[in-house]
Nanobody, 124 residues
Framework: QVQLVESGGGLVQAGDSLRLSCATS????????VGWFRQAPGKEREFVAA????????NYADSVKGRFTISGDNAKGTVSLQMNSLKAEDTAVYYC?????????????????WGQGTQVTVSS
């Protein structure tokens, strides 16, 4: 059974940093893509970043490039999202997700497993 559990969300001020973590279980490392998505009130779920578990290939949304960094730790089974220079528009519930795709994908319907989400609020 695959489980994804996010942690690290909170309330910060604009310009601050925050690190989200996704603890995974039940995944066969090397065969998954793990990504982060976010959803703000009244908006659709949007892609933030993803990493291929085997090759370390990453992909980022244009809105977070240069500010966010995704990384995976095979030994610990965790995927982290380091978020720097946070803006008010980054406020959302952030979800960790895993995909069976063989390449890094960005469409939320291509992801098979989801965590419950963690709230990130950035005050301006």
């Amino acid at each position: 059974q695959v489980q994804l559990v996010e942690s690290g969300g909170g309330l910060v001020q604009a310009g601050d940093s925050l690190r989200l973590s996704c603890a995974t279980s039940g995944l066969t490392f090397g065969n998954y893509v793990v990504g982060w998505f976010r959803q703000a009130p009244g908006k659709e779920r949007e892609f933030v970043a993803a990493v291929s578990w085997s090759g370390g290939v990453t992909n980022y949304a244009d809105s977070v490039k240069g500010r966010f960094t995704i990384s995976g730790d095979n030994a610990k089974g965790t995927v982290s999202l380091q978020m720097n220079s946070l803006k008010a528009e980054d406020t959302a519930v952030y979800y960790c997700a895993a995909s069976l795709a063989f390449r890094v994908v960005t469409f939320h319907k291509q992801y098979n497993y989801w965590g419950q989400g963690t709230q990130v609020t950035v005050s301006s």
